[in-house]
């Protein structure tokens, strides 16, 4: 095959691999059972519905719930299904909370688990008083209903935030598990991978990977290097030349001497800036723990005041009842729900959308990204290279020249001879060629109808002495500088040659990226930023092509992987919040370092695992409803959060009896009715995400 030719990176070459997935927490938000209690959404579903179970019957039989529905109840043991059950519930329920609550107490960073298990220990403590007779408060039932819609809250924001930590296995993922090695007898041995060492001689078979880093030392190939470097072109690759793990021999057999192994490799060097780009992450707190982390003193300080307070008019036992239902309600259930829930909606919404969104975190930064940051090659583009130009010489049509070219070629695998077959279909034009053989680094050849003819590039233009008429050459010039690929039709004949044309080959711009880009300048997106390992021609015609702004936009062309990261964040040191969108292992550390990480699905899974973002499909317009839905979500947060406050705005002054005086005090049951209304409030809210539109 030619040197000249070039192919996209089309991800179906990449050969199918596992990736394992695993969950962890995210920095912040419920940092304590994160840490402690475990963060398995099976492990809250389960604590759930059994305490579900239970709280019914306590529920059931609370005297308070008796009187304000005007029914009885009355059998043996029935004064033992609050404190039993109860007691069950809130040591299996809540143990996630108090765990969560005392690590927190412990890193000096009180939250919402700290506030859940507070509210929870205070209301068990005054509900065992009560059974004791020391105080005549009915808690069970309200400890009972808020430990279970906690455990509801949270075993939804689990199953909303499991984040997948499956990049690293996934880029070892590309490695092949054994490698051919070459004994100094000459013969060849499948040796597992580790096993290898500087100095082996492997053998790299067409449509193989490359064990390891090392040197050619026998054997011309085209290297899909795409994985690594983001060229969307096959690299020739010679005796002498360097060669890394992981990428693919598509056309000949190579000799490989390693050079590097393990942790030396570009690939293990790819592997660390995804470690540190992760680790780099910014670990800010969910919005609701902040909000707990406030109203946690806030309820302790009102507590304190209202103790004090009702001691010093020397009535004890008000001050307990009153201190005791300021702690219980100032834990909401709707505060307990206002997040989880807006999570849960807003990716199941976000999934019917074909946006899967797996960092919580990285959904609510979205709203405010300044710059987007593209990788070219299949995203704004398609990542594989059609015919984009079609030139003639004198005397020769259009038709003619691409029925001959497809035949020419319709024998080879090579990605730009399948696209010439393939536009020779689509036009109709088609011809029966025999006695094919390819031309290594130069092109093809074959016999059509008794006639030679060949396809190839400017080694096979020098080979056959071939002159290229002017008109033809000019066409060709402006294709080049454009970054295309140019191959030319030849038809040889005795002891001469002539160009009977042209085909330009470039990777194509996708339509809706156009539309894409248009719409995040409406949406308030500062900048737009194109970044490709191609070289800066093909990456300023895209540009172009894509409508680009001179000054505003940016252009990042022939950049390495690690240049890729280097890129996130000199945008990010400008004071910019980045959004990086990519489909390519060479993405995954710059999807790691970015603010927001988006893969487009149709991607590598270390691109996908290493993203906070995907989207399923590989239309880059879903950019804009990632937007849409993390401000559309933050409002909802918002607003379920005011709810929440104004709860405690008004029911903590009433439950200290600071209206007492004029004879409106906040009881448990009236507490326990506002909480309820709260949580209504804020579930009702969430559910109108349901109606955001999110498809382009």
């Known amino acids: 095959m030619r040197a000249d030719m070039a192919t996209g990176a089309d991800q179906s070459d990449i050969e199918p691999h596992d990736h394992h997935q695993g969950h962890h927490g995210t920095g912040g938000g419920h940092q304590g059972h994160d840490k402690h209690a475990g963060h398995d959404p099976e492990v809250f579903r389960r604590k759930f519905w059994l305490s579900l179970a239970l709280t019914v019957p306590i529920v059931v039989t609370s005297h308070m719930v008796m009187d304000w529905f005007g029914y009885s109840l009355d059998f043996p043991g029935m004064s033992w299904v609050g404190p039993v059950l109860g007691s069950v519930v809130f040591f299996y329920g809540g143990w996630p909370f108090l765990v969560g609550g005392l690590a927190e107490v412990r890193d000096r960073a009180p939250g ?35 430990v279970t819609i906690m455990l509801l809250g949270h075993w939804q924001e689990m199953k909303a935030i499991g984040q997948a930590q499956g990049a690293l296995s996934a880029l070892a993922a590309l490695l092949p598990d054994d490698a051919e090695r070459i004994g100094d007898d000459g013969r060849v041995g499948r040796v597992p991978v580790p096993e290898l060492r500087v100095g082996d001689l492997v053998l790299v078979r067409p449509g193989a ?34 060669v890394v793990a992981g990428t693919v021999a598509t056309d000949s057999a190579i000799r490989v001497r390693i050079a590097a192994v393990g942790d030396d490799t570009a690939l293990a060097g790819i592997q660390r800036l995804v470690a540190q780009a992760q680790a780099s992450s910014g670990r800010a707190q969910v ?52 997040i989880p829930l807006v999570i849960a909606l807003s990716t199941a919404v976000a999934a019917k959308a074909g946006i899967l969104v797996k960092d919580r975190l990285a959904l609510e930064r979205m709203r405010t990204v300044q ?4 990788d070219k090659t299949g995203t704004l583009t398609r990542g594989v290279h059609t015919v984009t130009g079609l030139a003639v010489a004198p005397g020769q049509t259009q038709d003619e020249v691409l029925r001959l070219a497809g035949a020419v070629e319709a024998d080879s695998e090579h990605p730009l001879a399948r696209a010439i077959v393939a536009a020779a279909a689509e036009r109709g034009v088609t011809a029966t060629a025999t006695d094919f053989r390819s031309l290594t680094g130069r ?68 339509p809706e990226a156009r539309e894409a880009i248009a719409q995040l300048r409406r949406q308030g997106v500062r900048k737009i930023v194109m970044i490709t390992g191609d070289a800066r021609p093909v990456a300023e015609a895209v540009a172009a092509d894509l409508g680009f702004r ?11 992987p690690a240049d890729k990261d280097r890129a996130v964040a000199e945008l990010q040191a400008r004071g910019l919040r980045v959004a990086m969108v990519g489909d390519g292992v060479n993405d995954a550390p710059a999807l790691a370092r970015a603010d927001v990480g988006i893969a487009i ?29 993390s401000k559309a979500s933050y409002r909802k947060m918002v607003q379920n959060l005011g709810w929440a406050a104004g709860y405690n705005v008004v029911a903590i002054p009433l439950a200290a009896g600071v209206l007492s005086s004029a004879g409106l005090t906040l009881s448990p049951a009236l507490g326990a009715v506002l909480m309820s209304a709260s949580t209504i409030v804020v579930a009702l809210n969430a559910q109108l995400l349901r109606r955001l539109p999110l498809t382009p």
């Open 287 to 338: 919005l609701a723990d902040r909000f707990a982390a406030l109203l946690f003193y806030v309820a302790l300080s009102a507590a304190v005041l209202t103790f004090g307070a009702w001691a010093a008019f020397g009535d004890v036992d008000e001050a307990v009842v009153r201190t005791v239902t300021v702690l219980v309600i100032a834990c909401p259930h709707a505060l307990g729900l206002a």
């Open 601 to 629: 699905g149709a991607g590598t899974d270390v691109a996908i695992e290493s993203a906070g973002v995907v989207l399923a499909s590989s239309d880059p317009r879903g950019v804009t409803g990632v937007i849409r839905l």
């Open 209 to 242: 990977r490359v064990p390891a880093d090392g040197q050619i030392t026998d054997g011309r190939a085209e290297l899909d290097e795409s994985m690594i470097t983001g060229e969307s072109r096959p690299v020739r690759r010679e005796p002498g030349d360097r």
């Open 550 to 560: 001179p000054g505003v936009d940016e252009v990042f062309a022939e950049v390495l």
């Open 443 to 510: 092109g093809v050849r074959a016999t059509i109808d008794g006639r030679d003819y060949a396809v190839g590039g400017p080694a096979l233009l020098r080979e056959l002495d071939v002159r290229v008429p002017a008109e033809l050459a000019a066409t060709t010039d402006v294709w080049s500088g454009r970054g295309a690929a140019v191959l030319h039709l030849v038809r040889i004949g005795d002891g001469s040659a002539e160009a009977l044309g042209a085909l330009g080959l470039a990777d194509e711009v996708r």
């Open 371 to 374: 710059a987007v940051l593209f």
């Open 112 to 146: 919402m688990m700290l506030l859940i298990s507070m509210a929870i220990t205070v209301a068990y403590v005054a509900s065992l008083a009560t059974s004791a007779g020391a105080f005549d408060l009915d808690f069970w039932w309200e400890l009972a209903a808020l």
